[in-house]
């Protein structure tokens, strides 16, 4: 019997859900402690679901022991017993407006999907490029990066 995940889209704030989802991870990060050399980093996540909705991942320096060498990008994981927070970041590396932040008791088991994509690109037209030039809310692609600044030069001449 086939189980049955949660769409990325779908998450939020209800307190009473216990979200089981099924992503890929697209991209993985540390982030040093940079006060403190000795200690552990944090870890980012960008992963993906199969309808090709984004979410961020968190795990915080004192958890990175428990998923580091569980975790690799590119693979499909089950992720359980998570916790949802609403972005408050500064620069979001995704636009869903929700994140996930690990906890030392979250699931995370390998599996097999072909169905989720190995990628996700998110195009977007020149004048939506030029308008997020001063929204600082939304990182773009080092590759766009490289055409903002391009653009943005070119505006300011």
Same mark, same amino acid.
């Given at each position: ?21 099924k ?24 992963? $993906? ?5 984004? +979410?961020?991942?968190? %795990?915080? *320096? #004192? ?6 060498? &569980? =975790? ?17 970041l500064k ?14 008791d979250? $699931? ?5 999907d +072909?169905?989720?994509? %190995?990628? *996700? #690109? ?6 939506? &490029? =030029? ?27």
């Amino acid at each position: 019997m086939d189980q049955t995940f949660d769409s990325v889209k779908d998450l939020s704030l209800i307190s009473d859900k216990n979200w089981c989802i099924k992503v890929r991870i697209l991209r993985m990060w540390k982030v040093p402690l940079y006060e403190k050399s000795y200690s552990q980093p944090s870890m980012e996540l960008v992963v $993906l679901d199969k309808e090709g909705t984004r +979410i961020h991942c968190f %795990i915080q *320096s #004192f958890y990175y022991h428990l998923f580091e060498l &569980i =975790l690799e990008e590119g693979k499909v994981f089950v992720l359980a017993n998570f916790t949802i927070d609403s972005k408050s970041l500064k620069f979001k590396p995704t636009k869903h407006n929700m994140g996930i932040i690990f906890k030392r008791d979250t $699931l995370v088991s390998t599996a097999e999907d +072909i169905d989720i994509p %190995i990628e *996700s #690109f998110g195009f977007v037209q020149t004048k939506e &490029i =030029l308008s997020l030039v001063r929204d600082n809310l939304f990182l773009i692609g080092m590759h766009v990066g490289v055409l903002i600044v391009s653009l943005t030069s070119m505006l300011s001449a």
